[in-house]
């Protein structure tokens, strides 16, 4: 099917376990993003990629790792998990004409 | 910090009503988008207006643009309960870097 999915939809991890989401897009879009979502702060970029080998850091990158080898992949990797890392991630792509399109969410639960 | 902030960060209204979100933010920006989110679902964009354009319409959806006191609007006419959702703006600059403001929840009681 046509879109973008995020894998797993949730997960359970202990402080200081590695873990990585992954988000695969069927449209072939350059630009990709993670972001995560708090209460009380919205949504705060993470990392975006401007296309296969092109990464960036966005507002909060401390703790995340990430990797575009394909143009249709973009998994985040948090590489020691944290407390404060509990939160709902999502991906997205963007299309020529600018919006983004969001996949549903993947909810993280660092204990 | 964020680039947008949104006001109200709650606004509950009857249907039939108008609601009008605002949002201001800092920096150049290339354009400017509105996104949808109903819980426990992803965003889903719903305007985007660009940073020469003044005012869009979208179906019940106005956005307004104004570059010179960096804000815009966003105005629901003849509101439903379905269009009981957060509402997010978020700027994006040259780059391509998207930055959300933290969003006004909206609820329309029927």
């Known amino acids: 099917d046509a879109g973008i999915t995020q894998s797993p939809r949730y997960k359970i991890t202990e402080t200081g376990r590695q873990v990585t989401l992954m988000c695969h897009q069927t449209w072939s879009h350059s630009y990709m993003f993670w972001y995560r979502q708090d209460l009380g702060h919205g949504l705060r970029l993470i990392y975006y990629s401007a296309a296969a080998d092109i990464t960036d850091k966005g507002e909060v990158p401390d703790g995340y790792v990430v990797s575009r080898s394909k143009t249709e992949n973009f998994p985040l990797t948090l590489e020691s998990a944290t407390r404060s890392q509990t939160s709902v991630y999502f991906c997205a792509s963007k299309q020529n004409t600018g919006e983004l399109f969001f996949g549903e969410g993947s909810r993280l639960t660092v204990l | 910090s964020q680039q947008g902030e949104e006001d109200p960060q709650a606004l509950s209204i009857q ?60 105005l629901i006419t003849a509101s439903r309960a379905a269009d009981t959702a957060s509402y997010f703006c978020a700027t994006m600059n040259q780059g391509g870097k998207l930055i959300f403001g933290q969003g006004t929840e909206l609820s329309v009681k029927p």
Do not use: F, P
């Open chain 2, 15 to 74: 249907e039939g009503e108008n609601a009008t979100m605002n949002c201001s933010y800092k920096t150049s920006i290339n354009n400017l988008q509105w996104y949808r989110q109903n819980s426990g679902r992803g965003l889903v964009h719903l305007i985007l207006i660009r940073s020469n354009e003044r005012e869009k319409h979208s179906g019940r959806l106005r956005v307004t643009l104004d570059t010179s006191k960096k804000s815009s609007s966003l």
